[in-house]
């Protein structure tokens, strides 16, 4: 078992000024446009004086935007910079890009695949087209981990000890009034994910939105990821989830795993096997864009 993280104030190695900085940056929200220091400080829980700080120093390293006449910040191209750095190097997105479009065309739903941030699921790749109503989620958006099916499904992928830890943090959160019944939605999503292989969640994030998850495994030690397909509710039902939609997306996640783990297996023995002369890249599609970007 993994020893407990140790809390910042008891982590002297812990930089409590970057932690604050990089808090301010996480407050902006996709379509937030414009958030001044009051903002801030609410959406962070630091005082405002600490905010004022942090802004003006995060606007110095261009990681901000001042827009003086609303008194108000943006985020500046340094900080997105570190955005679409992370996404280009996240073979997984682009790799799932086929498999995501094929299953959105076939369901009408709208698939994304999203990693964990904190308590929270952010999408990192979506696939929805103007058939798919109602769901208006897409890269960078965040979904609450106790309560999607995206969520539930990344729960029931981490080791024992870990899941104990995040269960933990959802029970502080969610407080004692909340938690039994978020709970209850959990351990549900657990003997679905036992027995399907796919998480559920039918109105109890948004009650018009229905949707199945199913985690993402691979074997070079990053994830769990986990991906979605969701819609109204009157598009997918119950029944539609369990015997059509969850099946299908359980079947699009093996797909990527064989394909992902497979060119990272192709790409180590091509290495092992290097003897001073060039190598050529696996053939195919998914070899070729797992070479170009992993």
Known sequence: MKRPAKKPATDRSFVVALSRGLDVLRAFRPNDGL??????????NL????ISRLTYTLTKLGYL?????FEKYQLAPAAMALGYAALANMGVRHLSDPFRDQLMRETGGAVAIGARDRLNMIYF???RSELTVGVLLDVGSRVPIATTAMGRAYIWALPPDEREKLLHDIKDHAGPTRWPKVREGIERAGETVA????AMSTGEWHDDIHAVGAA??????TGPFALNCGAPAFKFTEDRLKNDIGPRLVSMVRNIEAALNGSMSRR??????ADGKKNKSPGGKVARVVEGIR
């Open 35 to 44: 958030l001044g220091n009051q903002e801030l400080a609410a959406r962070t």
């Open 65 to 69: 935007t001042q827009v003086p006449r």
């Open 268 to 273: 180590s023995q091509i290495k092992e096997n």
């Open 195 to 198: 027995k399907h292989g796919f």
């Open 125 to 127: 790749g979506q696939s």
């Open 216 to 221: 993402l495994q691979l074997n070079d030690g």
């Open 47 to 50: 005082p405002k004086p600490t």
